[in-house]
Structures are given as C-alpha cells and as structure tokens.
C-alpha cells in the first residue's frame, strides 16, 4: 500500500512541503567548492566581479548551480551584492579585520573553556598531533600548508567545544578572513611562535584550566589579528605609493 501523502495544492501538507529544505545537487556543490577556494586562495581577488554566465561557461555547468553556488557563498559572506556592479568578492579592510578578530578572540575563548570541560581523551590527542604536524611545517618555513593546518587545529577546538550554535557562529564568522591568514604567518619568525602559542594552548587545555587557556587563546588570536591590519596596511601604503 502507498503510504506516501498525496497532497493537494491547497492542503497544509503542500505548504509544509515547500518548507522542507531540497538537497543541493552535485553540480552545485562542486561549484560552491570551486569557488570557495578561488576566493580562499586569492585566484578570485577581493573587488572581482562574478558573472553567472562567464562561470557557468568556464566551469562547464548551466547557470542553475552556479546561481545556487553564488547565493550559498553570499550567506557565508565571501561575496557580496553591490549595487551598479553585481555579485563581487568581497573586499576585506583593516576595519573589518580588527572587528572580526576581536570577535575571534571571544568565541575561541568560549570554545576553549567548554573544551576544557568536554573534550575527550582522543580528541586530546588528535589536537597534539596536529600540534606536531604544525611543529614540522614550521620548521620548514611551509608558510601555506601551516596556515591550512592552524585553521585546522582551530577547527578541532571549537569541534571539541560541543556547542552547535558556537560552531555555525564562528564558521560565519572566520571564513571571510581564511585567505588572509598567510598575511601573520609570513612574519619573520611567526610560525614558530604560532606553534609555541599553540601547543601552551592545548597543554593548558589538557590540564581543565580554563581561565589560562582561555587567557592565553585570547592573547594568540588578538596578536595574529594585529600582524593582519598592520599588514594590510603596509600593503596599501606600498599601493599608494605605486609599489
């Protein structure tokens, strides 16, 4: 017997189906990836400007998941919509560095107190090993692949945190700014320091003490939140002045 609801267009089962979310499909998500890590990667600087057609024709897809993948990428605040021009990457100032990273430096301060509460034995461990992987990237002066892996570790951090709302609020909050990690990083001297402010970090965490690792997170975010704006804007000085 079909058991399905056989719903008429005025019923309030109808309704309730339009309600009901629609899997993105493939292509789209392809599309959104693609796209993502152009911005991410700097290959769509900030100021481009996106056209449907132009990607749906270099991407080798129609414009529907392109249109889905633009819509997605403007929610995550990697695109914006300005008026005269469209659909443009977004264009990230020292204002809004400082903001977002002080904003950061709260969250991440959150996180790490309710890790210190709930973090698991092996999540412990896998964060030490991500601290040990960073340690060689490091060591290396491996600039791009240790910013993936710090981004990493703090991901691992808010994951340990077990909150839902701190997880979508901070994901919202620090995708704008993942391409402008390397702008810290590329400090003389910065990833070691990086890796020490880290592991600190995590060995306080190991110890449930909340308010160091709290304190100390504060401290480590607030000062890549720094290196960043007076990197910005050692870059538009050099623009000013034609370097």
Do not use: W
Not at 17 to 27: A, D, E, H, K
Not at 62 to 73: H, I, K, N, Q, W
Not at 123 to 150: C, K, N, T, W
Not at 212 to 228: C, D, K, N, S, Y
């Amino acid at each position: 017997m079909n058991t399905d609801i056989q719903a008429s267009p005025s019923s309030p089962f109808a309704r309730l189906r339009r309600l009901v979310p629609r899997p993105r499909t493939t292509y789209a998500d392809k599309v959104i990836s693609t796209l993502r890590t152009a911005i991410l990667r700097g290959t769509l600087p900030a100021g481009r400007r996106l056209r449907e057609p132009e990607l749906a024709r270099e991407l080798g897809v129609s414009r529907t998941p392109v249109r889905e993948a633009l819509r997605a990428l403007e929610q995550e605040g990697l695109l914006q919509r300005m008026p005269g021009r469209g659909i443009v990457v977004v264009e990230i100032t020292a204002e809004d560095v400082e903001e977002i990273y002080t904003m950061k430096a709260v969250l991440e301060g959150m996180a790490v107190r309710l890790a210190c509460q709930r973090a698991s034995e092996k999540e412990l461990a896998r964060l030490h090993r991500f601290i040990d992987d960073m340690q060689v990237l490091a060591e290396r002066d491996e600039i791009g692949p240790y910013a993936a892996m710090s981004r990493e570790f703090h991901a691992a951090l808010i994951r340990a945190a077990r909150s839902r709302r701190l997880a979508e609020i901070y994901r919202l909050v620090d995708m704008p700014i993942q391409r402008l990690r390397v702008f810290a990083l590329s400090q003389p001297g910065r990833p070691r320091d990086s890796v020490r402010e880290h592991r600190a970090i995590l060995e306080a965490i190991a110890r449930r003490d909340a308010e160091t690792a709290e304190a100390l997170i504060r401290t480590h975010v607030g000062g890549a939140g720094t290196m960043v704006t007076r990197a910005l804007h050692e870059q538009g000085r050099g623009s000013e002045h034609g370097n």
